[in-house]
Antibody, heavy 118, light 108 residues
Framework: EVQLVESGGGLVQPGGSLRLSCAAS????????MNWVRQAPGKGLEWVSY????????YYADSVKGRFTISRDNAKNSLYLQMNSLRAEDTAVYYC???????????WGQGTMVTVSS | DIQMTQSPSSLSASVGDRVTITCRAS??????LNWYQQKPGKAPKLLIY???SLQSGVPSRFSGSGSGTDFTLTISSLQPEDFATYYC??????????FGQGTRLEIK
């Protein structure tokens, strides 16, 4: 079964750090570009970050640039998001998603909740 | 950044109705427009990619059209399972992907 499973979410204080993971199975992870997308409670979808299949090309949304770092380990079929200097406005469900032709996100994980609060 | 504006923000309709949702881009994005459906507590699901291509497994009552700046998602005959929130997404600019604000489709 084609699947993405996120983990690592939780409650963290403002200014703190958290590392999210996304485990892929059922497809050739190393051949896919990957993204992180988040959704604040009751709000819409916000793209967070992109990484190419080999990891050489990376992009970030302005809202997280300089604070978040995306990475991947193709040998472990895993995607990561290191989140530092967290703010209340980073509170959201974080999804990992694979990117296919025309830039569409065809496979999504179930999401992991990150809450930034004191 | 390319801004995506959906209309309406919410919509009430009945089972069997034909429904159209519009998405407008702040600049031309060719056909780099995708549509997603999201149900409460669930991850988004890809419905349409490249403006008009139906994702595998998606019912044929869903269709997409448009190019440049104006796009539409049409559901030809609403089914009970179609009541959800729909998002458009531009993928023209890989370094800055943007989504529309969403259209909530409710039962009348």
């Amino acid at each position: 079964e084609v699947q993405l499973v996120e983990s690592g979410g939780g409650l963290v204080q403002p200014g703190g750090s958290l590392r999210l993971s996304c485990a892929a199975s059922g497809f050739t992870f190393s051949g896919y570009e990957m993204n992180w997308v988040r959704q604040a409670p009751g709000k819409g979808l916000e793209w967070v970050s992109y990484i190419s299949s080999g990891g050489s090309t990376i992009y970030y949304a302005d809202s997280v640039k300089g604070r978040f770092t995306i990475s991947r380990d193709n040998a472990k079929n895993s995607l990561y998001l290191q989140m530092n200097s967290l703010r209340a406005e980073d509170t959201a469900v974080y999804y990992c998603a694979s990117r296919v032709g025309w830039g569409a996100f065809d496979i999504w994980g179930q999401g992991t909740m990150v809450t930034v609060s004191s | 950044d390319i801004q995506m504006t959906q209309s309406p923000s919410s919509l009430s309709a009945s089972v069997g109705d034909r429904v159209t949702i519009t998405c407008r881009a702040s600049q031309s994005i060719s056909s780099y427009l995708n549509w997603y459906q999201q149900k409460p507590g669930k991850a988004p699901k890809l419905l349409i990619y490249a403006a008009s291509s139906l994702q595998s497994g998606v019912p044929s009552r869903f269709s997409g059209s448009g190019s440049g700046t104006d796009f539409t998602l049409t559901i030809s005959s609403l089914q009970p399972e179609d009541f959800a929130t729909y998002y458009c997404q531009q993928s023209y600019s890989t370094l800055s992907i943007t989504f529309g604000q969403g259209t909530r489709l409710e039962i009348k």
